[in-house]
């Protein structure tokens, strides 16, 4: 069923490396001092009480004076790390050199679904009540969306999505395109029944991600029939790339340009509010 409780939020000591570790903790309104991600475009406007240290690669390769520096001048209650499974990112491999500092470390598995993983950050911060809130709620979304879209499909749209990243502090503008083997397009577009025109590519610089300009999208926009551009991420800065296109193709078979959330592994509990931002606005064209 639907969560209707929104619980006070908890601010607790510590730093948070990993951004799945960090939104999971967010589901359960349960924020550190700082944390270390990376994976997630605009994190510090989605984390903005939690200071960003550095992203993941670099905390990890400059350990001693990122995260160490960082909980010795916060005097932390413990550095939290995220297991995921990978051979290179994987903040658990921090565990064993941060406890010989003398720091106490905790891990949180964020391996397995988006409820498997709530109920082990539930646990972990005896927050079980509300994770079984929470869980109960994501579940009861997605069977909604589901039941939806077998009984009113959305046409089979094809989509160009743009993901605009503006930098925090140099207000430089960097644009890319996801591809046919993003998270995006895996576990938000497919199951709406979109089409991503990018289809997949090679040479990706993020998970999921190509670098674009206004060349590159002006060439899929004219090679294939692009109906909607959607402007993912900072929707201002994929706009800034995406205008004036428009002005190239003219007016025959011009696509229609929308604002709609960007989606990667790390934001699944917000997976089932943007697949009913998506189907909500692509049913009105």
């Known amino acids: 069923m639907l969560n209707l409780y929104t619980p006070f939020p908890r601010y607790e000591n510590i730093i948070i490396v990993g951004d799945t570790a960090a939104e999971a903790l967010a589901t359960l309104r349960i924020w550190g001092r700082a944390l270390v991600g990376g994976d997630i475009p605009g994190m510090e406007v989605l984390h903005p009480a939690e200071k960003m240290l550095e992203c993941t690669h670099c905390a990890m390769r400059d350990r001693p ?15 939290l790390l995220e297991e995921n499974g990978l051979s290179d990112l994987n903040p658990a491999r ?13 891990g949180l598995d964020v ?10 950050a ?15 709620d994501w579940e009861t979304r997605m069977a909604y969306l589901q039941e939806l879209q077998a009984a009113s499909p959305l046409p089979p749209l094809r989509i160009l999505p743009v993901l605009g990243i503006r930098h925090p502090v140099e207000d430089q503008i960097y644009g890319f ?11 938000l577009m497919e199951p709406l029944g979109l089409v991503n025109v990018v289809g997949k590519r ?11 300009d206004m060349a590159v999208m002006a060439e899929f926009i004219r090679r294939e029939r692009v109906d909607v551009i959607a402007l993912c991420g900072d929707a201002a800065a994929a706009a800034s790339l995406a205008l004036p296109l428009l002005k190239e193709v003219g ?32 049913k009105g064209i």
């Open 177 to 187: 395109l996801a591809t046919a083997d993003s998270d995006l397009t895996r576990e």
């Open 122 to 136: 539930g646990a972990l911060m005896g927050e079980e009540k509300h994770a079984e809130r929470m869980a109960g």
């Open 251 to 282: 007016t025959v078979e011009r696509p229609v340009l929308l604002p709609l959330p960007w989606h990667c592994r790390p934001m699944m509990w917000r997976l089932p509010r943007s697949m009913e931002v998506w189907y909500g606005t692509l």
């Open 202 to 212: 090679c040479g990706e610089v993020l998970p999921g991600a190509v670098e674009t």
């Open 65 to 79: 004076k990122i995260l160490d520096a960082a909980a010795r001048r916060l005097g932390v209650d413990f550095i």
């Open 94 to 106: 921090m565990k064993a050199d941060l406890e010989r500092e003398g720091f106490t470390v905790k």
């Open 111 to 120: 391996r397995g679904s988006a409820v498997e993983v709530l109920r082990r």
